[in-house]
């Protein structure tokens, strides 16, 4: 009896001072992703993680990904649910939705504030709610690439930007835009 009260808090203690993150618990839930998976301040469907996949080399930023509809649960006693797959190499901007029972192909970036509730092909960039296709993947790539070539690039990471460095962004890109690491 001893024996296991000691055992019993031990684990608590351990499970105190070293709590999961929400990903390990969503992944012992369930969850299927890939290498290189970004996950910040977003939110996936808890009680249904098991019908979400998510590929390799994603990003996901304060967005919400659903597995299952309650909006029939009150008529009828059951939610619609539907496995969500996120393919490889995709970005998933601030604030967006993706409901169930929606694929996200490869390559595809998801505008911020949008709502996925259709397929997307891969090579796409969406936007909007509902998100529509509004180009090619390919093409925003490029055109960012040539923007580069003229616009200011910061190579120094965020948290370690110096006041001084802060200053002189700021004042270069008053009317402009520019890259940042």
Not at 13 to 29: A, H, V
Not at 139 to 161: A, C, G, Q, S
Request: proline share 3%; hydrophobic share 35%.
């Amino acid at each position: 009896m001893i024996k296991r009260i000691v055992t019993s808090l031990s684990a608590r203690i351990k499970n105190k001072l070293n709590p999961k993150s929400e990903l390990e618990i969503l992944k012992e839930r369930g969850l299927v992703y890939g290498r290189n998976f970004n996950f910040f301040n977003s939110h996936i469907d808890y009680g249904h993680c098991w019908l979400v996949e998510i590929g390799n080399d994603v990003t996901i930023t304060n967005s919400t990904i659903l597995a299952h509809d309650a909006s029939t649960k009150l008529h009828f006693g059951k939610s619609k649910i539907g496995k969500v797959k996120i393919g490889d190499r995709v970005f998933v901007g601030y604030n967006s939705v993706i409901l169930c029972n929606v694929r996200i192909g490869k390559d595809v970036i998801v505008a911020a504030g949008s709502v996925v509730t259709k397929d997307i092909p891969d090579n796409s960039v969406v936007a909007g709610n509902p998100a529509r296709v509004i180009g090619k993947t390919s093409d925003y790539l490029e055109k960012h690439r040539e923007f580069m070539r003229v616009k200011p690039i910061y190579d120094t990471y965020w948290p370690n930007k110096t006041q001084e460095q802060i200053n002189i962004i700021r004042k270069e890109l008053e009317y402009d835009f520019g890259y940042d690491e």
